[in-house]
């Protein structure tokens, strides 16, 4: 199997934090403050992990509150979908002051080429 997440975590330079089931690391976007939120293992679905797992999740979402607080947004939208990279991940996207709301901003963030907050 190729998978692109699972390839990106061979890097460990990129971590911001990992635990014993998540790690953290910056989107490759063009938006300051975004991140990902990866499960360590290839997992596809939420269904079947273990309590463990989900502590950790908390932890791991927990650390990402706190590195985003740094970048002062005035939201922060977190997604998962996983169908176009189906490894277990959650964006996490700051919205800043003057940027567009909601889903809007969302499919921006997640497509190519987003501006970079002014």
């Known amino acids: 199997m190729n998978c692109p997440i699972c390839e990106a975590h061979k890097n460990e330079s ?15 976007q063009n938006l300051e403050g975004y991140l990902y939120m990866e499960h360590r293992k290839h ?3 939420w269904f079947g992990l273990g309590i463990g797992e989900f502590e950790n999740y908390g932890r ?18 977190i997604v998962a979908i996983a169908e176009k990279v189906p490894h ?29 907050p002014m």
């Open 14 to 28: 990129q971590f911001l934090y990992q635990n014993e089931d998540w790690i953290l690391r910056k989107a490759g």
């Open 88 to 116: 277990l991940h959650v964006h996490l996207i700051p919205r800043y002051e003057n940027q567009e709301k909601g889903l809007d901003h969302i499919a921006k963030a997640t497509g190519p080429g987003f501006p970079k």
């Open 60 to 77: 791991a979402f927990h650390k990402a509150t706190e590195i985003l607080k740094e970048y002062n947004p005035e939201k922060m939208y």
């Open 43 to 45: 997992r596809e679905s």
